[in-house]
């Protein structure tokens, strides 16, 4: 099933596109990554070099990628970190030609730990694009932005992917959450389709691991392509997921061991429990 992918990109590590698509790729699928910013590392780690792919090139790409008839192929579209309202216009393009055959999944790359690190113009960009999605997942400062909420508890987090979904699309998932009914040691992981929704708690790993929201978001749309059930897809996500950040706990790297996982992202995972939510 071919993903194209548009995301941030570095060279060295895995976060945006180079956690996405290998990840993608284990799993089956045949992916056309288009960077929106190269870097040659994380920022995080200091030193990073590189910059906002030039807007001129995304005209380019767009005619290469019709010669190759890439948009009568494609059966998703994946969006993460834009970088540049070029970035947006490039992703709505893609939106435009590919129509209503392929899913698009939105990840509103915002900001994180109640920061906003894109500018104003990217943040209404991407609003924009969330009404476009059929799948969006939102960290928790994103849903805040997104639906003009500060959830507290999980009750409160589902009334805000309810607002999410009625601006357009049918699955929210909430990627990460510690409400005040969310126990000390464990964040929760929420979905709803259409007016169902479920959670998953997971243990609270004590690192901070650069690209596992983007890792999970690529995970989430493998797993949705292959049942189309959020259900089913929140589960099996959350799972391999955490295998991944196990493995990277265990190994004590500063970046996603996707390589050392790959077995994991490869071979069925008992899924983790995804109970209903109220």
């Known amino acids: ?12 590590g895995h976060v945006g596109n180079s956690a996405a698509v290998p990840a993608l790729q284990m799993r089956g699928h045949e992916v056309w990554p288009v960077p929106t910013v190269l870097l040659s590392h994380h920022p995080g780690h200091g030193f990073s070099r590189g910059s906002a792919i030039p807007s001129e090139w995304f005209a380019a790409l767009l005619e290469g990628m ?3 008839g890439c948009f009568a192929r494609c059966k998703a579209v994946i969006s993460g970190y834009l970088g540049s309202a070029a970035a947006a216009g490039f992703v ?3 939106l435009d030609r590919v129509g209503d055959a392929a899913a698009y999944l939105c990840d509103p790359v915002i900001g994180d730990d109640g920061r906003r690190y894109v500018s104003p113009e990217i943040a209404a960009c991407v609003q924009h694009l969330v009404t476009r999605a059929h799948i969006v997942t939102p960290n928790a400062f994103e849903l805040t932005q997104l639906s003009g909420q500060a959830p507290e508890n ?19 998932v909430l990627t990460s959450f510690a409400g005040q009914d969310t126990p000390a040691d464990s964040l929760d992981v929420l979905a709803v389709e259409g007016e169902a929704a479920w959670r998953v708690t997971v243990p609270k790993l004590p690192q901070k691991f650069s690209g596992a929201g983007d890792l999970f978001a690529a995970l989430f749309l493998s797993c949705w392509l292959e049942t189309r059930r959020a259900q089913a897809a929140l ?17 004590g790297g500063d970046e996603l061991a996707l390589v050392a996982s790959r077995h994991q992202l490869t071979s ?8 209903p939510l109220a």
């Open 268 to 275: 069925p995972r008992p899924p983790v429990l995804a109970e």
């Open 1 to 12: 099933m071919s993903i194209i992918s548009i995301q941030s990109q570095v060279i060295t």
């Open 154 to 172: 999980r009750a409160q987090a589902l009334t805000a992917m309810r607002a999410v979904q009625k601006i357009g699309p049918n699955i929210v």
């Open 66 to 68: 019709a010669f190759r």
């Open 92 to 94: 709505e393009n893609i």
């Open 235 to 251: 589960a099996q996500s959350c799972s391999l997921l955490q295998e991944v950040l196990i493995q990277t706990r265990n190994l």
